[in-house]
Nanobody, 124 residues
Framework: QVQLVESGGGLVQAGGSLRLSCAAS????????MGWFRQAPGKERESVAA????????YLANSVKDRFTISRDNAKNTIYLQMSSLKPEDTAVYYC?????????????????WGQGTQVTVSS
């Protein structure tokens, strides 16, 4: 059984910051990377960021690459999404994902598991 648990969401003013965490448990060895997606009501889920367990080079969507960073703690099986300069359009449910590689997660071609999501709300 593989489980992904997100935390760190909440309400923040525009221009503020939040850090999301995702802890993975279970048999995750077959997946080489983790990442983040987000989905606003009535909109399609979009890729945000991803990172490989080996190497650790970050991949970020163009819409967030100047404001967000992704990192990982291999010993804790945990990834983080540091979000700065938040905008109202960043409001969404943020989902953690586990997949075969960072590039395939970003392309949504190999996502094996999903977390239940954490709400991020940015007020104007």
């Amino acid at each position: 059984q593989v489980q992904l648990v997100e935390s760190g969401g909440g309400l923040v003013q525009a221009g503020g910051s939040l850090r999301l965490s995702c802890a993975a448990s279970g048999r995750t060895a077959s997946s080489s990377a983790m990442g983040w997606f987000r989905q606003a009501p009535g909109k399609e889920r979009e890729s945000v960021a991803a990172i490989n367990w080996i190497g650790g080079n970050p991949y970020l969507a163009n819409s967030v690459k100047d404001r967000f960073t992704i990192s990982r703690d291999n010993a804790k099986n945990t990834i983080y999404l540091q979000m700065s300069s938040l905008k109202p359009e960043d409001t969404a449910v943020y989902y953690c994902a586990l997949g075969g590689g960072a590039t395939t997660i970003m392309a949504r071609t190999r996502v094996n598991y999903w977390g239940q999501g954490t709400q991020v709300t940015v007020s104007s």
